[in-house]
């Protein structure tokens, strides 16, 4: 994408984007703000334009890298901050417990860290999925077979962000064909599926119940009582989970809960009521046959332990059925799952950082060398969209206003009173990109969540393991 003095787009790039502008007729709601494209990909296909002279090459291979090394850091202090306002509530922490909080401290520390995510996720290009997307997706029958039941009540914070809508052919037998070959179909996917919870106290969960059931107390406690059963001694009231997900079908969200009741489908109902009762009969019949047959208690005690053996057999299929499903269900989150809790923070922080440069690098390339006004700048969006349909055939909801507001403030890019926006040359850019970093421990603030007040580095360092 060369412009301006260091070599004009040329005329077919620019009619290129042109005929690729007219192709993007999908609605802006439906498009996503996530660049599928990794920022060593797209360094290289900018830099490579012959339109861009050698040294001018090198130069924007060297500040590309700056910025990129200096967007990673600022997101590790981001990071950093998080962490220390997650450790409270850090399932995996092994460290010792050096400050106790209040319930007013804690609570402003949950907010924190809740927000927190937001603001990363939608940094890194996630999407949030509402309660009424929640609510239809949580309905669907699984695609994996699973008649799975999920009690979202019993959750006090509960988030779920996604981002990479794809549909992923899947392959299955119907019995329309008399299970003798396997039918395809497409099954919606989340590529990436955030899910973050906390559990309500149980006191405010039977509440909950009582109110939205409509039951009374004793009969929402034994609700909450089983819906909580698979929990005990792995989830705690006070803490925050945090799970990352991968290619996780919509039908299958459900899955990703860890209250998660497994229920047998209706065809294996029907099939295992079928073989039970049919079982059941048949040994009923032959025992009390054997009943009246039979000349001495030997002989009836024989009958009846063979239709106990009837009847245990049939409890055994069923259960054999239920352990099958459960297996199922472990073995694909074993290969869905991609991070918990503190590992979380650290792959959104990188993936943030990662989504923040090249918003940047295609802002930087589409303006240097010349002047934008910012009355141009949809246009220029436009084009930027236009570009990455043409060279990589994918179709974000490019977002340019955040990357404009990032490269103003690090003055990479300037605006006048015009409103004219301008860029450094390559050269000068990375040497901005130097400076910043010269100065960065030196102006250096923390936020101490609790006390709601900028520390400086200095301060934070005399705390030492009291700001735990």
């Keep these: 994408m060369p412009s301006g003095s260091a070599g004009a787009a040329p005329e077919g790039m620019r009619v290129r984007a042109v005929l690729m502008r007219a192709k993007m007729t999908a609605p802006m709601d439906e498009r996503e703000k996530f660049l599928p494209i990794t920022r060593v990909a797209l360094i290289e296909r900018i830099t490579r334009h012959r339109a861009w002279p050698a040294d001018v090459r090198h130069e924007l291979h060297r500040f590309f890298h700056f910025l990129d090394f200096w967007r990673q850091q600022t997101h590790i202090a981001r990071l950093l901050d998080l962490g220390r306002c997650y450790e409270p509530f850090n399932p995996d922490s092994d460290h010792l417990r050096t400050r106790v909080y209040t319930e007013s401290e804690l609570a402003k520390l949950k907010g924190h860290v809740v927000e927190g995510l937001r603001a990363l996720l939608v940094q890194s290009n996630y999407v949030e999925l509402d309660r009424e997307q929640l609510s239809r997706a949580l309905s669907l029958d699984s695609s994996y077979g699973l008649e799975l039941d999920v009690d979202v009540t019993a959750f006090d914070e509960f ?18 064909t008399l299970y003798l070959r396997k039918e395809a179909y497409s099954v919606p996917t989340y590529q990436r599926l955030f899910l973050l919870l906390k559990l309500k106290p149980v006191d405010q969960h039977i509440e909950t119940v009582m109110e939205q059931r ?75 046959g054997q009943i009246f047959a039979a000349a001495n208690p030997i002989a009836l005690a024989g009958a009846a332990m063979g239709f106990v053996g ?46 923040d440069v090249k918003e940047e690098i295609l802002l930087y390339a589409a303006v240097v060398g010349r002047d934008v006004s910012r009355a141009k700048l949809p246009d220029l969006d436009r084009d930027i969209e236009a570009w990455l349909g ?43 990109i130097d400076r910043h970093w010269d100065n960065y421990l030196n102006n250096l603030v923390t936020i101490d969540h609790v006390e709601g007040r900028e520390v400086t580095a200095a301060e934070a ?3 030492g393991g009291n700001a735990d």
């Design 159 to 176: 988030v779920v962000f996604y981002r990479g809508r794809v549909f992923e052919t899947q392959y299955r037998r119907r019995l329309r």
């Design 310 to 355: 009837v009847a245990a057999r049939q409890l055994s299929n069923f259960l054999h059925q239920r352990q099958r499903y459960m297996a199922t269900m472990a073995k694909n989150l074993y290969f869905h799952s991609m991070a918990d809790n503190q590992g979380v923070l650290t792959l959104l922080a990188d993936m943030a950082a990662e989504q």
């Design 461 to 463: 360092a005399t705390r």
């Design 390 to 432: 043409g060279e990589f055939n994918v179709d974000p909801d490019f977002e340019i206003d955040e990357a404009l507001e990032r490269l103003l403030a690090d003055r990479i890019l300037t605006e006048n009173e015009e409103g004219v926006i301008s860029a450094l040359p390559p050269d000068k850019a990375a040497e901005m």
């Design 214 to 288: 409509g039951l009374k107390r004793r009969t929402a406690e034994r609700h909450v009582r089983r819906s909580r059963s698979g929990l005990q001694g792995s989830m705690q009231e006070k803490l925050i989970y945090i799970k990352l997900f991968k290619n996780i079908p919509r039908t299958d969200l459900k899955m990703c809960f860890p209250n998660t009741t497994l229920r047998l489908r209706m065809f294996d109902k029907l099939k295992l009521g079928a073989s039970a009762g049919s079982g059941v009969g048949m040994g009923v019949f032959s025992t009390l």
